[in-house]
């Protein structure tokens, strides 16, 4: 966790945080367009292909602030917190390929990855289901006295599930630490903002479940991480969660199958002004921390990082047929009694 | 030397791993001053403080959910429902996320999801089900349902000493019904091991939970008629103890699979498919199946005696395959 432990110091946004955030963004967007755009549509991944483009912000200016002993259930728009974590491309690469060196050595695929080395629970496919799951790692952390915190992702969606509710409730009533982080890109799967909810905010949820809850722009990464340190003194003092609503706009379809053109092309190009990557430039720029010669070199190492983890997860192989029933249960019933055959 | 019912074996179990073990705590609805709407976890919170004795607004999937994070935060969590019923309300975190964890990245949920099941308390639709074969179809999840104090006491100590989820359901009629000596001190009963609780000669009946006794009152009387009625308690229903099953049936020929749970779908026609293919040769007989109706749990009394299989019942189905 090198990157990690370098910005833990970090109270004051320097040219060395900006780096460590824009390095973190510019992978995550170029892993993901490498997963998207060329090794879906080469037949190199399989299966569902979800994509955090024009959110990186939100996740990369968070998770740069956990400690170690932080949990984090990303969501599967977050793939800078697991970066931020110390997963590595191209561990995510072989998780993408259903490779058995990816996180769940085949049994799952995309986003679908966590560690718990690295205190990162995976995500499931009944979204929101992780809300109460982080109450429980929050309710272990207040069990054994310590000061860490979960950071609990989700999107706009997430807040119609009972889970959602169910969760916030229990943890604001427990007093848990946890800071939820909801990526508010304004469309769940096809569904738009006011076909999911009767509110203009989601922070309008929160006064319900007495918790503490603010709007912050989720394409300006130096607001989120602004936004998430307010969120740690709060959560880390012991005074229960906390809610961040991160504003945002999905800049691709649901996923990779999904061309999204239900989404108005106007509200696309308005955001598309506001991508976070050339925002966190524009501000280093005119802080003069950095060139556009610099920018061209940090993506540079990117793309190589890139091609190097790809060739790698290429290389793995595909999980053996003969481990199926492997790891279901953590002995094996006698008899091979998984399936029917004498 | 005093005899231990059901609900108190189940209490002393609880109470004795979370003396063991400081990992261990209890969570769900109304179980710290309240003591539980069965009173199981009753004086726990005075031993053992309100930090591992948790009381949890109304949410059973939050309470699932958190128990599940728990678990992968180095806990291990033993979950109230109220009723087993409301496991429903808890399927999507039980089913996709506590049971898959290992599968998908290997991660052990040490949980024990404790749940009041089944009838003969004039529960209602609501308060009277047996829940089993959803949990049972659900790979990654072990399933228990004591018949006796005894393995009630030994079952749970085992769950909560299990690395994986494990629904555990207590029969609400055993809980005050059923009393036996217990040993004094540590004693565990394993998990997928069946128990044959009556030898016999002529037919075997299969059965769990509260039918153990309704099987073994049939055979007592059935043995006054010369009819001798092996008895196999499953104890554990997954994973199933399929050898203990194939080995009665190899023994007596002849089959009856019971439960209080209703006829389609449940446990009793996954038994006859293993009998089926792994004993066809033996029977002499066909296999019968007992179980209450496809209808929901009714309240009145004069429906529900008419809805749980009976006594009766198992003499008379016992009778006609002896006679086959």
Redesign the interface.
């Known amino acids: 966790m090198g990157a990690l432990a370098a910005a833990l110091p970090a109270t004051e946004i320097d040219l060395d945080l900006a780096r460590t955030l824009l390095y973190h963004m510019v992978m995550m967007r170029e892993l993901e367009d490498r997963i998207e755009t060329k090794l879906y549509r080469q037949g190199k991944v399989l299966g569902g292909c979800y994509t955090g483009r024009g959110q990186e912000a939100i996740s990369v200016g968070s998770a740069i602030l956990s400690q170690p002993g932080d949990w984090l259930t990303p969501s599967h728009r977050d793939m800078g917190a697991l970066l931020i974590r110390g997963i590595a491309p191209k561990e995510i690469l072989a998780q993408y390929m259903g490779r058995a060196g990816g996180l769940t050595r085949g049994r799952d695929g995309n986003m679908h990855m966590g560690c718990a080395k690295r205190h990162c629970v995976p995500i499931i496919s009944s979204i929101g289901a992780s809300v109460p799951v982080a109450g429980g790692l929050a309710l272990a952390m207040k069990y054994r006295g310590e000061s860490n915190v979960v950071f609990n992702y989700f999107g706009d969606g997430a807040t119609s599930r009972g889970d959602w509710h169910e969760g916030l409730n229990m943890a604001a009533v427990m007093d848990l630490p946890i800071v939820y982080l909801c990526n508010n890109n304004q469309y769940a799967y096809s569904t738009p903002l006011d076909r999911q909810m009767n509110i203009d905010d989601v922070v309008e949820r929160a006064p319900g479940y007495g918790l503490p809850a603010e709007i912050v722009s989720g394409n300006d990464v130096l607001a989120v991480f602004k936004a998430t340190r307010r969120a740690l003194e709060h959560v880390r003092g012991g005074n229960g969660p906390y809610l961040i609503e991160c504003k945002t706009f999905r800049m691709s379809g649901h996923s990779a199958h999904d061309r999204a053109e239900y989404v108005p092309g106007m509200l696309r190009e308005e955001w598309s002004r506001k991508d976070p990557v050339l925002m966190l430039q524009k501000y280093m720029v005119d802080r003069e921390w950095a060139t556009e010669q610099d920018f061209k070199q940090i993506r540079k190492g990117v793309l190589d990082e890139i091609d190097n983890a790809v060739e790698w997860a290429l290389a793995q192989p595909f999980p053996d047929p003969s481990t199926l029933e492997d790891d279901v249960y953590e002995t094996a019933p006698s008899g091979g009694r998984l399936r029917s055959a004498p | 030397m005093t005899e231990t019912t059901y609900v108190q074996a189940i209490r002393a179990g609880i109470w004795e791993e979370m003396e063991r073990d400081p990992n261990v705590?209890v969570m769900g609805e109304d179980i710290a001053e309240y003591g539980g709407a069965f009173k199981v976890t009753a004086g726990m919170l005075e031993r053992f403080g309100e930090?591992?004795v948790?009381d949890?607004?109304l949410?059973e999937?939050?309470?699932?959910?958190?128990?599940?994070?728990?678990?992968?935060?180095?806990?291990r969590?033993v979950l109230e429902m109220q009723f087993a019923d409301f496991m429903a309300c808890g399927f999507?975190?039980i089913t996709?996320?506590a049971a898959?964890c290992?599968?998908?990245?290997?991660?052990?949920i040490p949980m024990v999801i404790r749940a009041p099941a089944g009838g003969n308390i004039h529960g209602g639709p609501f308060h009277s089900q047996n829940v089993e074969m959803p949990y049972v179809h659900t790979?990654?999840l072990?399933v228990v349902q004591p018949a006796t104090a005894y393995d009630a006491k030994g079952l749970l100590k085992a769950s909560i000493r299990?690395?994986?989820p494990v629904i555990f359901l207590e029969h609400k009629y055993l809980y005050r019904s059923v009393k036996e000596r217990l040993p004094a001190g540590d004693y565990t009963v394993p998990l997928?091991k069946a128990k044959v609780r009556r030898e016999g000669n002529d037919l075997s009946i299969v059965a769990y939970g509260w039918m153990v006794h309704t099987a073994l009152d049939a055979a007592a009387q059935l043995a006054a008629e010369g009819i001798d009625m092996e008895v196999l308690d499953l104890r554990t229903l997954a994973?199933?103890d399929?050898?203990a099953v194939l080995a009665t049936v190899r023994k007596t020929n002849k089959v009856i699979f019971l439960h209080e749970d209703t006829l389609t779908g449940g446990l009793g026609g996954e038994l006859a498919?293993?009998v089926g293919?792994?004993a066809f040769e033996y029977l002499d007989g066909p296999m019968v199946r007992i179980a209450a109706p496809d209808t929901p749990v009714p309240f009145s009394e004069t429906l529900e005696k008419a809805f749980l299989p009976t006594v009766d019942e198992v003499i008379e189905q016992a009778r006609n395959l002896h006679r086959y």
Do not use: C, M
């Open positions: 705590f930090k591992r948790v949890t607004p949410s999937s939050a309470i699932v959910g958190a128990g599940t994070g728990a678990a992968i935060n180095g806990l969590p999507d975190q996709n996320f898959k290992r599968y998908r990245w290997g991660q052990q790979p990654g072990k299990d690395n994986d997928g994973p199933l399929r050898e498919g293993i293919e792994h």
